[in-house]
């Protein structure tokens, strides 16, 4: 047995530090701005803890203080949330086998972050569920301790604080540099990049995410098949 | 808004958040996708990475308008340097950090 399959636990707190890190740059503002639309403490908890999404939880609350009903919001919260869908269907992949309470515990933490960490080692091997697990309930802890830590401390701690603003644009950055095996990758994740900020500046939320990413990976896709399809071709051809 | 409509619109939308979480990992896990779908899931991950980084670097987070040269586009040159050389995810995490908050000073 080697060290790996022996600490899961350790494994998985060692990856989610930089998610932890992050969590605390965006939870207190989070907690702060909550507090000034009025939620209470324990709102806060709640909202942080049942939702777990942190874009679509600050666009709640800025719709909370300009005065918008349930249903608005909850139909906002879907369309930010769906790029989960893609982010499920990924890790889908790479955790055939785990039982069904599993994996809908699973499902719960499943962010943009714990996505990329745990996507990014289980398709390097030597993951499993209890490492997975481990990166998501303790972000999920960090991030339900940082907006109410955030609600109380109000705006005592000063923004921008040691760079953690930067915190997940640099892990993101670290694990597509991971991604980036092989030329059709490379080409794929450029033309989703330059997709991503024109889609960005042309349509709300977290649009840019999803139809970037579907689009360049279809791109991906007709490139694999009509090279295929050449090579299949090369060969009639050589053949006859 | 009431306090019984905030809880039922925090559990609504905690509904609508989870479910597109669950659906895939409940129903896909379990059986073959076809070769094409799994090669159009195994090219999302870098392709959502690398639209959330390219956004975050040269979207202005305060005006949502494009910068080509603001200050995390130059944390990120250092930050994707260290990246490609060590490999390290933490390293790259406090050395991105570091930049981004040294930059700030000036």
New interface residues.
């Given amino acids: 047995m080697n060290m790996s399959s022996k600490w899961p636990t350790l494994q998985g707190l ?2 989610a ?2 998610i932890w ?1 992050g969590y605390i740059a965006i939870g207190i503002p989070f907690g702060v701005l909550a507090r000034q639309a009025n ?1 209470s403490i324990i ?1 806060i908890a ?2 942080s803890a ?4 942190g874009s ?1 939880q600050f666009i ?1 609350v800025s719709m ?1 203080a300009s ?1 918008a ?2 249903l608005p ?3 906002t ?2 369309f930010v ?13 790479h ?2 086998g ?1 039982s ?1 309470p599993l ?2 515990l ?3 933490g ?1 962010t ?1 972050e714990s ?2 960490v745990n ?2 080692r289980f ?1 390097q091997g030597q993951w499993g569920m209890k490492q997975a697990l481990t990166v998501n309930h303790t972000a999920n802890f960090v991030w339900i301790a940082s907006t109410v830590a955030g609600g109380y401390l109000g705006n005592l701690i000063p923004q ?1 604080t ?19 095996k092989g030329s ?2 490379l080409l ?10 024109i889609f ?2 042309m349509l709300p939320g977290a649009w ?2 999803v139809l ?3 689009i ?3 791109i ?2 007709v490139i ?2 009509s090279n295929a399809n050449k090579h299949k071709g090369e060969r009639k051809n050589h053949v006859s | 808004m009431s306090h019984e409509e905030y809880l039922l619109c925090i559990i609504g939308m905690g509904l609508v958040t989870y479910l597109p979480r669950w659906l895939p990992l409940a129903f896909l896990a379990e059986r073959d996708m076809p070769e094409i779908m799994e090669k159009w899931l195994s090219l999302i991950p870098a392709c959502i990475l690398s639209a959330l980084v390219t956004q975050a670097v040269f979207i202005d987070p305060s005006t949502g308008s494009f910068q080509l040269f603001q200050k995390s586009f130059f944390a990120a040159i250092p930050t994707l340097a260290f990246a490609v050389i060590t490999r390290s995810l933490g390293g790259t995490v406090i050395v991105g950090m570091l930049v981004y908050w040294i930059m700030g000073q000036f």
């Fill in positions: 060692s990856a530090i930089p890190v939620l709102d709640l909202m049942i939702v777990f999404a679509s709640a909370f005065g009903s349930a919001i909850i139909i919260t879907f949330n769906l790029r989960h869908l893609l982010m499920s269907s990924s890790l889908a992949l955790v055939k785990t069904k994996l809908s699973f499902a719960y499943v943009d996505f990329a996507l990014t398709s921008g040691l760079g953690i603003d930067f915190a997940l644009s640099a892990m993101f950055l670290g694990l597509l540099v991971y991604q980036l059709l990758i794929v994740s450029t033309i989703s990049g330059v997709l991503s900020v960005c500046l840019y995410v970037s990413s579907t360049a990976a279809t991906g896709v694999t098949r």
